[in-house]
């Protein structure tokens, strides 16, 4: 399987101020039909999850455009450029390349 | 409105069953792949089973294999997952949940809390 590994696995952070994600695969996320399947997610607490970013680096409908995504191959990035109270959470990424789907250990981010 | 509501969730002792299923709404429900995805408590997120749009691809987790199994109806826009031989590391929040790969837009259910204990 692959392994997803994130860091940090807690980020505290200044309003205002940018953040940053690192997650790593265990193997290379570009499928056989070219893309790349890295995902990211945003759980608030008591929510359910939420994509935010689907191959690497397109937003979801709806999402801010704080939040980017960037990398490839088996190295990638979720970058918030300015943080704001609603992000508060766990991030997850996940990758959808290969079966079974996994996703890294989270991110707790929490406003200092 | 887009609704994923799943139900059957409950306390269970090892071994035993459970059948959860999700009714979907405000999407074309049979135009997509449909997931489990799971969250035991205060850990992190779980993909556990797959099943493409017209039922013929299933995939599962090594954990759930040849215990669980996922089935859909797309004429009652419902997803079901068959839970066997429950253990106690089953116990999560199982969400319902359509995730296509490419497009922009996801569909969550609100999660339904199974329990494994004697």
């Known amino acids: 399987d692959v392994v997803m590994t994130q860091s940090p696995l807690s980020l505290p952070v200044t309003l205002g101020q940018p953040a940053s994600i690192s997650c790593r695969s265990s193997q290379s996320l570009v499928h056989s039909d070219g893309n790349t399947y890295l995902n990211w997610f945003q759980q608030r607490p008591g929510q359910s999850p939420r994509r935010l970013i689907y191959?690497?680096?397109n937003r979801d409908s709806g999402v801010p455009d704080r939040f980017s995504g960037s990398g490839s191959g088996t190295d990638f990035t979720l970058k918030i450029s300015r943080v704001e109270t609603e992000d508060v959470g766990v991030y997850y990424c996940?990758?959808?390349?290969?079966?079974?789907?996994?996703f890294g250990q989270g991110t707790k981010v929490e406003i200092k | 409105e887009v609704q994923l509501v799943e139900s059957g969730g409950g306390l269970v002792q090892p071994g035993g069953s459970l059948r959860l299923s999700c009714a979907a709404s405000g999407f074309t429900f049979s135009s997509y792949w449909m997931y489990w995805v799971r969250q035991a408590p205060g850990k992190g997120l779980e993909w556990v089973a797959t099943?493409?749009?017209?039922?013929?691809?299933?995939y599962y987790v090594d954990s759930v294999k040849g215990r669980f199994t996922i089935s859909r109806d797309n004429a009652k826009n419902s997803l079901y997952l068959q839970m066997n031989s429950l253990r106690a590391e089953d116990t999560a929040l199982y969400y319902c949940a359509c995730v296509p790969r490419g497009a922009p837009f996801d569909y969550w259910g609100q999660g339904t809390l199974v329990t494994v204990s004697s």
């Open positions: 099943i493409k749009n017209d039922g013929g691809e299933k």
């Open positions: 996940m990758q959808a390349t290969h079966w079974p789907w996994t």
């Open positions: 191959k690497v680096s």
